[in-house]
């Protein structure tokens, strides 16, 4: 049986070896729960060990979506934590109304539905016309199937729940058609939504921003790595733009804590008050 030192030791090297062999660094990943993800796609790709998974990896190319899917697992839901909806609809919307134009980044979009959430406020707020939504993911499988809008059917009565609890203005059920056991989202919500490949790790700023969402992905990386990242949302933001994360994370320890206020701090909503680089015209 394999020691804890040997296991390390085997996802160090399988760390590595996607690096090296496809280009994607997850050196920086919470140690814990990479390696248990790591251990489970080995398991789910039939690998009798992490050490087997390595040699795939180098090998069958075509898996890499495989495993892009497997460590990064792309889930989320439409309207998750609706209480967080709801103060963005009643508190944030209003005050982005007064932008002429407004550019939202969804980072880590997984599979689309709290862009397609975004998309109904926006639309229930009377902005959406004027608003763009650039929504990203390191995944290509998952960007393609949110870009699909295409979901199991049996979701929709929890979100529909949820929607209701984030303060829905009618039935969300107006937002999609559904057949047999699948629902497919309303051409309308995607008409100002862009889909886009971006990998946090290593990428930088994609675009000016007046509100970013990027909601339980922090908790999966290092410390060094959630620095990184908050750094770059504050590059990306407007003088006054708005950044969502989840419940469960913070700004507490980056070094960008001091640029931002807590606009609603159990809610995890913050705003950018102070940054060099960007005014509010």
Same mark, same amino acid.
């Given at each position: ?57 180098? $090998? ?36 982005? &109304? ?12 997984? $599979? ?22 650039? &929504? ?28 209701? &609890? ?42 000016? &921003? ?17 620095? $990184? ?28 804590? $001091? ?23």
């Amino acid at each position: 049986m394999d020691t804890p030192e040997l296991e390390n030791m085997e996802v160090d090297l399988f760390v590595q070896a996607l690096h090296r062999r496809h280009g994607y660094d997850f050196s920086q990943y919470a140690p814990a729960s990479l390696k248990r993800r790591v251990q489970q796609l080995a398991q789910q790709l039939q690998c009798r060990s992490v050490s087997g998974l390595i040699e795939r990896v180098i $090998h069958e190319p075509q898996l890499l979506p495989n495993v892009l899917d497997g460590l990064t697992v792309p889930v989320s839901d439409m309207f998750r934590d609706p209480a967080m909806f709801r103060t963005v609809r009643e508190q944030v919307l209003p005050m982005l &109304a007064s932008y002429p134009q407004i550019n939202i980044w969804q980072a880590g979009c997984a $599979h689309g539905q709290e862009v397609y959430s975004l998309a109904i406020l926006l639309e229930e707020a009377g902005l959406y016309d004027r608003t763009q939504i650039f &929504a990203t993911d390191l995944s290509e499988r998952a960007l393609q199937q949110a870009e699909e809008g295409i979901y199991p059917v049996r979701d929709a009565q929890q979100w529909s729940r949820n929607y209701q &609890a984030a303060g829905g203005k009618r039935s969300l059920a107006d937002y999609y058609s559904a057949r047999y056991s699948l629902l497919k989202i309303d051409q309308r919500l995607r008409r100002n939504v862009t889909f886009a490949r971006h990998n946090l790790v290593s990428d930088g700023v994609f675009c000016e &921003a007046h509100l970013i969402f990027c909601r339980n992905v922090l908790i999966y990386f290092s410390n060094v790595l959630q620095d $990184h990242v908050l750094s770059l949302f504050r590059d990306s933001l407007v003088r006054g733009g708005y950044l969502c994360l989840g419940l469960r994370e913070s700004l507490d320890y980056a070094s960008a804590v $001091h640029d931002f206020t807590a606009f609603e701090e159990k809610m995890r909503i913050y705003r950018l008050t102070s940054h060099s680089e960007h005014e509010v015209t």
